[in-house]
């Protein structure tokens, strides 16, 4: 089956840091793969997306590449911020008849002052 | 994006009875719904669909007496957890699909904790 697998955390990051976050994955099919935010008492939001290989997805300065060959979307900002900590979710969509989202377990990233 | 709300944001009850989840989207029409479940440390598991008029589709290993879904309009949604025992202490997430977006566009509410003494 389907699954995602995420770097163990937390991490905890100085402000202006370059964050780096793990994300592999296993797939039967061809999927999309997604990064999702969490940020304190609120619900996930998507953050950045890419639906096929060598995609990149990009969202107030995050950036994820999307690599078949390594079956892998590593989450990167270069420089982070405050308001950045959060609970970061690795997520893909596999096409198919039973389509749904499959999640990684989640790392809390906390970026001080 | 658009809203999605859950109510209430907590709930402490004693074993053997019910508890309810709404699930209510704002600004938009759902025509799927998605509940799922999340153990600390753990990824978001996905427990049922449901499409709007009809009955929902449980994943594997979900007890459907146990985890009510009602789907009854396109902005609300609601889970009822039945005889709760203290293995059902969880946080609960709904997600709405928008009708007419991409198949991946996902809104998520905030979650319910459940504790169950």
């Known amino acids: 089956g389907d699954s995602v697998t995420q770097m163990e955390g937390p991490v905890t990051l100085s402000e202006e840091a370059f964050l780096t976050i793990n994300c592999t994955y296993t797939a039967t099919g061809y999927p999309s793969l997604f990064w999702y935010v969490q940020y304190p008492g609120e619900g996930l939001q998507l953050l950045l997306k890419?639906?096929?290989?060598?995609d990149k997805g990009s969202n107030k300065g995050f950036e994820a590449t999307y690599r078949k060959e390594t079956t892998s979307f590593h989450l990167e900002k270069g420089s982070v911020q405050v308001s950045d900590s959060a609970v970061y979710f690795c997520?893909?969509?596999?096409?198919?008849?039973?389509?749904?989202?499959?999640f990684g377990k989640g790392i809390t990233l906390s970026v001080r002052p | 994006g658009a809203v999605v709300s859950q109510h209430p944001s907590r709930v402490i009850c004693k074993s053997g009875t019910s508890v309810k989840i709404e699930c209510r989207s704002l600004?938009?029409?759902?025509?799927?719904m998605f509940w799922y479940r999340q153990f600390p440390k753990q990824s978001l598991m996905l427990m049922a669909t449901s499409n709007e008029g009809s009955k929902a589709t449980y994943e594997q290993g979900v007890e459907k007496d146990k985890f009510l879904i009602n789907h009854a309009s396109l902005t609300l949604s609601t889970l009822t957890v039945t005889s709760a025992h203290p293995e059902d202490s969880s946080f609960y997430i709904c997600s709405q699909f928008m009708a007419g977006s991409a198949y991946n566009e996902q809104f998520f509410g905030p979650g319910t904790r459940l504790t169950v003494l």
């Open positions: 600004d938009f029409q759902a025509t799927t």
């Open positions: 890419a639906t096929k290989a060598d």
């Open positions: 997520a893909l969509w596999d096409t198919g008849a039973n389509s749904k989202l499959t």
